[in-house]
């Protein structure tokens, strides 16, 4: 792989051992993937901040860093909310690591942020095609997707070392031919709200790690896609999807139709709501997985008010979107959810102390049963709401 001189004197140390170390993850990845050069990026995304998933060697390895980042970089969702750790019965010695690791992060220059929608913040509003390293899947795909940014799915420390150095290297997802459609997915009716969840946990594990093109009955919205693409990379492992006419590369051009074709019916997605569901009562309901937008925040708040909820609801979003909408915060909380930001149902270890749950995620429905141990059911918003007994405050 061609290096600059400047990256030369980095990869020799001349700037210190850890961009040393880091320009050497970006290198050895650039030389596996036959990369031809680093390439600057706009943006870091660093997942590995759940105390809960990176546990004390995660911490010694970002504690030992120095140096601080070159681009505006952030933080994945952590195990606890930072500031209401206590009320979600988070045990304070977790709670103090899992401060460590924060700090630690800071301490580089990362914004402690933590979320899996940066897209949705300031200073991180990519475009088409910006070159740009994240790492949450969910990000990834909304990022290459329904943007048309550029990223790979970057693991904790490959989105760290980008951060450092500020750039990638110039393989996968960056490059035109790897973004290329190689299987259908035809969808055979009409689909709406947590639908399009149900349908990414139905097809991401047919198409694996490839690259789909669907071809839909009717348009989903960028709420929908992002509930798509969470479970396209949950179920699977898709970093990239197209929607024909719709996302901004199938817009711009029209790709071949792939010879592989994947057809779904309204069958396969009716399933995805039968899971579990000899469970008759969950514990407790989750919406927000990815991270809630704005849009999502009114529905929530317009489908509880007037309401008491009699189970524990917790709605997840990004710190910086509850802080930009108090009123809906407010809302929602009135009727006894809890509007839980910095973290997420699957990453905090509070949810493991339930027994079932109820999800309105494709992506939580495949990853709370073997990261948290609680059995998913899956539901739409409102049944959501249904689902934590609702009675009129009247
Ligand atoms: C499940 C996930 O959304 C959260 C866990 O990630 P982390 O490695 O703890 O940051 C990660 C992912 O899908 O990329
Ligand atoms: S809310 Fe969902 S998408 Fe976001 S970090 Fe948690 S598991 Fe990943």
């Not at 490059?175 to 349908?199: F, H, I, K, N």
């Not at 704005?294 to 008010?305: D, F, K, N, P, T």
Request: glycine share 8%; with cysteine; charged share 25%.
């Amino acid at each position: 792989m061609y290096l600059t001189p400047e990256e030369e004197k980095t990869l020799n140390g001349e700037y210190g051992e850890s961009l040393q170390k880091a320009i050497e993850i970006l290198v050895a990845l650039g030389d596996i993937y036959g990369a031809d050069k680093l390439i600057p990026v706009k943006s870091a995304q660093i997942a590995g901040v759940s105390y809960k998933t990176i546990g004390d060697a995660g911490l010694e390895w970002i504690s030992d860093l120095e140096g601080k980042v070159k681009i505006p970089s952030i933080l994945n969702p952590a195990g606890m909310d930072i500031v209401r750790w206590d009320e979600m019965g988070i045990d304070p010695v977790f709670a103090k690591k899992q401060q460590e690791i924060i700090e630690a992060y800071a301490k580089l220059g990362i914004q402690t942020k933590c979320t899996c929608t940066p897209y949705y913040l300031e200073g991180f509003n990519v475009t088409l095609d910006d070159h740009i390293a994240w790492s949450e899947s969910s990000a990834v795909s909304y990022a290459n997707s329904v943007i048309g940014a550029r990223t790979n799915r970057e693991g904790g420390p490959s989105a760290l070392s980008a951060a450092l150095v500020g750039k990638t290297a110039n393989y996968g997802y960056h490059l035109d031919e790897m973004r290329e459609p190689v299987v259908a997915v035809e969808v055979d009716c009409e689909l709406s709200g947590s639908d399009l969840g149900a349908l990414g946990y139905v097809v991401g594990k047919t198409v694996g790690s490839r690259v789909p093109i669907f071809y839909m009955k009717n348009e989903p919205s960028k709420n929908e896609m992002k509930a798509l693409g969470a479970a396209l990379a949950a179920s699977g492992a898709v970093a990239l999807y197209h929607i024909e006419g719709v996302t901004p590369e199938a817009t711009r051009k029209t790709f071949t139709r792939p010879d592989e074709v994947i057809p779904v019916e309204r069958t396969q997605i009716d399933e995805v709501y039968e899971t579990n569901k000899d469970i008759l009562s969950s514990e407790i309901i989750t919406i927000g997985c990815p991270h809630c937008s704005v849009e999502e925040l009114e529905e929530i708040a317009g489908l509880v008010e007037g309401k008491k909820l009699q189970k524990e609801m917790w709605v997840c979003t990004a710190r910086e979107v509850a802080e930009r909408h108090p009123d809906l915060v407010q809302k929602i909380e009135k009727s006894g959810a809890k509007v839980v930001c910095d973290t997420c149902m699957v990453v905090s270890p509070a949810t493991n102390k339930y027994a079932s749950i109820t999800v309105n995620s494709g992506k939580a429905l495949a990853y709370v049963p073997s990261m948290c141990k609680v059995a998913a059911k899956y539901a739409s918003i409102e049944d959501c709401i249904n689902e934590a007994g609702v009675v009129d405050e009247n």
